[in-house]
């Protein structure tokens, strides 16, 4: 499948990351030479195959629904790139 | 390179034991010995106040009877492991300043066990290459050349500072993290022993996510006894990660009998590959002829749908990993690019923070998972999946462990096949297959390839079955005497 710059914007905006107009270019090459690559798994039978959810067969753990750590609202705001009291700061959402 | 550091990890453990040298000794001659390899560029932080304070306490600790398994013992830690208080990087710029306030279960295991950090290792961004080169912090460099040529060569990737560190004695032993080869093709680069354990043997809490069905950290040493040593340190269940297992922790160590008498080894036909210079076939075929030699019997064995697996892991990966770097926003950590809005940030931030590899795997994991193309990529990919892993498991009814090289090349200069994703990949189309099947391999160093550099053979087990690839290794281990230097030593 050929990808075109426009789906590497739109797939960018998806993503949340800002490609120049140059990368997009670039990356339509890219993409379209992996995504070509991939394709050959299309030869393959795989109908009645279960998708593979855990690669190691075990159930998982259940523990009983009790708080066991928190109160670190300070540890957990400390990396944060601008944080103002108890809150992290981001540019305005709502008017 | 001091005597100090030409040690072995269980060398290094048993000199202490018997008080031949204390922590603080050792510790001080790696702290030395780092300095002197910096032109490597193979650590992003060097931690030396905080090695010598684990080493006085350390030797504080054997004072009074109580020193652990890895006690006193320094290595370098990859810095994908939170490490508390101390810089944790990914390799990546959008990781600025990250200053974990908590530790990662297994460096956490190894400090029990007594070990003594000397750093963070430098690696590909967010364990994403095969060569080193993606880091933010730029190349690692091997400590090995190619005789009458001076071009830095890679050092494999993504443990690439890691498996550097340990090849030119700056380090005992390192941490490594492998998704689809990330601890074994960077140590058949290096000369050294690389082990990726089976997924769920060690706890992924607190190492940076890349890909969570396939991440699994392991050591990576100068011989398969340190090998087992470390495993065991680093090795656990773990309440804080549900796909971590309970099971007891073996005392690996106990498994290297030197005995493989009657031990089937499958030898799986579709690893030879077209193309594949004839250095690695007789690689391979040596590896035979020294279990042959041991008492193992070789059996031809068939995996049919390996030449599936490098495309599958291309989905699969990128597809985790998509939504596992998600979480990096300019919100909560690290690096923040201003933007008008809040998504315009967020794009600023991400398209300045991650570089082009991530990039290109974030966005083709994007596309595997987004609407109308999920089912034909992803889900396509985890039922192929399930067949590669059929494979091995049908193959395991015969066979004990599988042989295979470990790469199907040796170490390459550095700015060699960056333009060209697909040559990269193939790096690692002998490791992925085990990775997708969750299984353990073991890299060990088994001669010289033509250009003068080590090349690595595979051992693969079964699930949670570390003990025969382990047993198996350190025959060939033996048989290879490998004992190759690189030019740049410590």
Redesign the interface.
């Known amino acids: 499948m050929a990808?075109d710059r426009d789906?590497?914007a739109a797939?960018?905006?998806?993503?949340?990351?800002?490609?120049s107009a140059e990368q997009q270019d670039a990356?339509a090459g890219?993409?379209s030479?992996?995504?070509g690559?991939?394709?050959?798994?299309?030869e393959?039978d795989?109908e009645g195959?279960?998708?593979?959810?855990?690669?190691?067969a075990?159930e998982?753990?259940l523990?009983p629904d009790e708080v066991t750590d928190g109160g670190?609202r300070d540890?957990?705001l400390?990396?944060?790139?601008?944080a103002t009291e108890a809150f992290?700061v981001?540019?305005?959402?709502v008017e | 390179m001091s005597e100090l550091t030409s040690l072995g990890l269980a060398e290094a453990r048993d000199l202490l034991a018997d008080g031949k040298a204390t922590a603080k000794e050792l510790t001080e001659a790696h702290v030395a010995a780092l300095e002197t390899v910096r032109p490597l560029n193979a650590m992003i932080t060097e931690t030396p106040e905080l090695a010598l304070a684990m080493a006085e306490a350390s030797d504080k600790r054997r004072a009074a009877g109580a020193a652990g398994i890895m006690d006193g013992l320094p290595i370098a830690m990859k810095d994908l492991f939170c490490t508390e208080g101390v810089l944790t990087t990914a390799g990546s710029h959008i990781l600025d300043?990250?200053?974990?306030?908590?530790e990662s279960t297994v460096s956490g295991n190894l400090w029990k066990a007594g070990a003594v950090m000397l750093g963070k290792a430098n690696m590909d961004e967010f364990a994403m290459g095969s060569s080193n080169m993606t880091s933010y912090y730029g190349p690692v460099e091997s400590p090995w050349r190619r005789p009458g040529d001076n071009r830095p060569l890679v050092p494999g990737g993504s443990s690439g500072g890691s498996a550097a560190l340990v090849a030119a004695r700056a380090a005992l032993a390192a941490t490594g993290t492998d998704t689809g080869g990330s601890i074994r093709q960077p140590a058949a680069f290096c000369g050294i022993v690389g082990l990726k354990p089976?997924?769920?043997r060690c706890s992924r809490w607190g190492v940076v996510a890349f890909a969570s069905?396939?991440d699994q950290a392991g050591p990576l040493t100068r011989s398969v006894r340190d090998a087992a040593l470390m495993l065991r340190a680093m090795a656990g269940y773990d309440?804080k990660d549900?796909?971590s297992?309970?099971r007891p922790v073996p005392d690996y160590e106990q498994a290297l009998t030197g005995d493989v008498r009657g031990l089937k080894v499958g030898i799986p036909k579709e690893y030879r590959l077209d193309g594949m210079p004839p250095e690695i076939e007789t690689l391979w075929q040596q590896g035979i002829a020294w279990l042959k030699d041991a008492g193992a019997e070789i059996r031809d064995i068939s995996l049919p749908?390996t030449h599936?697996a490098l495309?599958?892991y291309?989905?699969v990966a990128p597809a985790e990993a998509?939504s596992n770097l998600a979480r990096y926003?300019?919100?909560?950590?690290?690096?923040?690019e201003?933007?008008?809005?809040?998504?315009?940030?967020?794009?600023?931030t991400?398209?300045?923070g991650?570089g082009a590899e991530v990039?290109?795997r974030?966005?083709?994991g994007?596309?595997v998972l987004?609407a109308g193309y999920y089912d034909a990529?992803y889900?396509?990919?985890?039922?192929?999946?399930?067949?590669i892993?059929n494979d091995f498991v049908e193959a395991f009814r015969e066979v004990d462990t599988v042989l295979t090289p470990t790469a199907p090349f040796d170490a390459f200069p550095i700015g060699e096949k960056m333009d060209d994703?697909?040559a990269m990949y193939l790096n690692d189309v002998f490791t992925v297959p085990a990775s997708?099947?969750?299984l353990p391999g073991i890299s060990l160093p088994a001669g010289l390839s033509g250009n003068g550099l080590p090349l690595g053979l595979q051992l693969i087990g079964r699930?949670f079955d570390e003990e025969t690839v382990l047993r198996t290794a350190e025959v060939l281990e033996r048989a290879a005497a490998f004992d190759a230097l690189p030019p740049v030593l410590a």
């Not at chain 2, 300043?97 to 908590?102: E, S």
């Not at chain 2, 926003?329 to 923040?336: M, N």
């Not at chain 2, 201003?338 to 600023?348: K, N, P």
């Not at chain 2, 889900?379 to 067949?387: D, I, M, P």
Request: proline share 7%.
């Open positions: 990808v789906t590497v797939i960018a905006r998806l993503a949340r990351i800002r490609v990356l890219e993409l030479n992996i995504l690559w991939i394709e050959q798994l299309g393959l795989t195959v279960e998708p593979m959810t855990s690669v190691v075990v998982l753990p523990r670190k540890q957990v400390v990396n944060g790139p601008e992290f981001v540019p305005k959402v | 300043g990250f200053i974990p306030p908590y089976t997924y769920g069905s396939l309440p549900s796909t297992v309970d749908h599936y495309p599958t291309y989905i998509s926003d300019g919100v909560k950590f690290g690096l923040r201003e933007g008008a809005d809040l998504t315009e940030m967020y794009e600023a991400r398209g300045e991650f990039k290109r974030v966005l083709i994007t596309y987004s990529y889900n396509k990919a985890r039922r192929v999946r399930t067949l892993l994703p697909l997708l099947a969750g699930a």
